[in-house]
């Protein structure tokens, strides 16, 4: 029984597929690589400053708990990027939730410093009640657009 010949076209076509599934694999294992490097680099960060707002609990000045408070909610909206990151590490299908998580963190965030700062005489009244309003306005279109996407992905 004769076996089939390969032809050169049947050649080329499976030396092309080899070389794309080794390149396919090294950028995956370089991917896997960066994904590492930037998720030790999240919880560096997160580390240093959840350090510096303890040490200012123990050194509390006029500014310090507005400082904490900013921190800590900074520190919040790291280890969501650090979640996304990990998604990603893990290959999970892409979200929008952690972002809009992350913008709803960050908008509480401008909104409480602003009225501490509003409370302690260092901003001008018209402009923090303007700001905390515009902070408000963005947490309840991102907690409507949280809404919205998640009931599209439950729809799926």
């Not at 580390?47 to 904490?68: G, K, L, N, P």
């Not at 921190?71 to 998604?87: K, S, T």
């Not at 905390?132 to 309840?140: N, Q």
Request: glycine share 6%; charged share 15%; aromatic share 12%.
């Amino acid at each position: 029984m004769e076996t089939p010949v390969e032809t050169n076209e049947q050649k080329k076509t499976t030396i092309e597929n080899r070389v794309i599934g080794w390149f396919g694999r090294l950028f995956s294992y370089l991917d896997d690589i960066i994904l590492i490097i930037v998720s030790l680099g999240i919880i560096a960060v997160a580390i240093i400053v959840m350090s510096e707002a303890f040490f200012d609990i123990f050194t509390i000045r006029a500014y310090s708990v507005t400082h904490i408070i900013s921190d800590l909610m900074f520190v919040l909206i790291i280890m969501e990027l650090f979640r996304q990151v990990m998604r990603q590490f893990l290959r999970h299908q892409f979200s929008l939730n952690p972002f809009l998580f992350i913008g709803v963190i960050a908008s509480i965030r401008g909104m409480l410093i602003m009225q501490m700062g509003l409370a302690m005489g260092e901003v001008e009244w018209t402009r923090g009640v303007i700001q905390a309003g515009v902070y408000a306005v963005i947490v309840l279109i991102l907690v409507v657009c949280y809404y919205f996407t998640s009931k599209t992905e439950r729809a799926r």
